[in-house]
Nanobody, 118 residues
Framework: QVEVVESGGGLVQAGGSLRLSCVAS????????MGWFRQAPGKERELVAL????????LYGDSVKGRFTISRDRTQNKIYLQMNNLTSGDTAVYYC???????????WGQGTQVTVSS
C-alpha cells in the first residue's frame, strides 16, 4: 500500500511565502516522479510542478514559473515546494503526486489547503 502525505499549507498574506512538503511511502514503492498539482474552487486540477528522475527533468506550470521551486530529498521519497511572492490566484488545495516506476501508476495525497489573503 502506498501513502502520500502533504504538509505545510496554511494562510498567508499576498507577497508572502510558504513551503509545502510531501513524503511517499510504501514497502515496495519506488517512484520515478513526484510533483504538485492544485485545484481551486470551480476549476480543473492543474500542474504546479513535476520532477522526474533520474535525469532530473522539471516542469512548472506557466503561472508559477519564477516564483515556485520544487526540490527533492534524495535520501527518501520526499519533495518540497517553495512558494514565493504568493498571490490570491494561488489559493487552492495543493495535491502531491507520486508516480510508480514500472507501472506508471500515479498516487495522490489528500491535499493541503493554501489560502492567500489580499
Amino acid at each position: 500500500q502506498v501513502e502520500v502525505v502533504e504538509s505545510g499549507g496554511g494562510l498567508v498574506q499576498a507577497g508572502g511565502s510558504l513551503r509545502l512538503s510531501c513524503v511517499a511511502s510504501g514497502r515496495t514503492f519506488i517512484p520515478y516522479a513526484m510533483g504538485w498539482f492544485r485545484q481551486a474552487p470551480g476549476k480543473e486540477r492543474e500542474l504546479v510542478a513535476l520532477k522526474r528522475w533520474p535525469g532530473g527533468s522539471t516542469l512548472y506550470g506557466d503561472s508559477v514559473k519564477g516564483r515556485f521551486t520544487i526540490s527533492r530529498d534524495r535520501t527518501q521519497n520526499k519533495i518540497y515546494l517553495q512558494m514565493n511572492n504568493l498571490t490570491s490566484g494561488d489559493t487552492a488545495v495543493y495535491y502531491c503526486s507520486a508516480d510508480q516506476s514500472g507501472s506508471g501508476r500515479r498516487y495522490w495525497g489528500q491535499g493541503t489547503q493554501v489560502t492567500v489573503s489580499s
